[in-house]
């Protein structure tokens, strides 16, 4: 890796921190050339500080340490993108990032519309939702759709209508994730257990 540790005239370069896991940006820091091969040597993630004017392995006091997995230099030969396992808040102010976020895994839209799921639930009339009415009917109506769903998913496969299998695979993606709701689950919980399966 070719790092141009000389285009900037104090001889650092910007470490962007990422948890390999949730993708989260949890913070940003300065490399010099050895805090670098520290971070190398040692699998933990060391910076050079400007305020203490000395390297600092992050953590070196509180035991928020950033297990170094891999890096990757941008097009410019001048930023880092570091991945990392951390253990324990990232922040000095005790924040898992330090732009004061929770380290959560987030699986973008399908997180966004599980949160939509349950704010139906909690906060809509169930005279005007489609999800607030279901679930007011119990899990077992909740399941009883996912069962047609899946039928008609299975249906529309062997069929050569593209929009149809993709339309009713989304109705059975949706009504799964209010059936993970109902058991008090979210997708978050599938994902480990096929993260445990993987060999």
Not at 85 to 103: I, Q, V
Request: charged fraction near 25%.
């Amino acid at each position: 890796m070719k790092i141009d540790f000389n285009k900037n005239y104090d001889g650092l370069v910007p470490a962007i921190i990422q948890d390999v896991t949730t993708k989260n940006v949890l913070m940003l820091g300065y490399m010099n050339e050895e805090a670098y091969q520290k971070t190398i040597d040692t699998k933990l993630v060391t910076f050079f500080s400007r305020t203490k004017n000395r390297l600092w392995t992050k953590g070196e006091e509180s035991g928020n340490v950033l297990t170094l997995v891999d890096m990757k230099l941008d097009c410019d030969n001048d930023t880092l993108l570091i991945s990392v396992h951390p253990t324990g808040p990232t922040c000095h102010n005790g924040t898992d990032t330090c732009w004061a976020e929770n380290n959560a895994q987030n699986f973008g839209f399908l997180t966004h519309l599980e949160n939509t799921i349950a704010d139906r639930i909690q906060n809509s009339d169930t005279e005007k939702s489609y999800v607030a009415s279901l679930f007011a009917k119990g899990i077992n109506k909740i399941a009883q759709k996912v069962g047609e769903e899946a039928i008609e998913v299975v249906i529309e496969a062997k069929d050569n209508n593209n929009d149809l299998f993709l339309n009713e695979s989304a109705d059975l993606l949706f009504h799964y994730l209010m059936l993970l709701q109902a058991k008090g689950f979210k997708i978050h919980d599938v994902v480990e257990v096929l993260k445990g399966r993987e060999k």
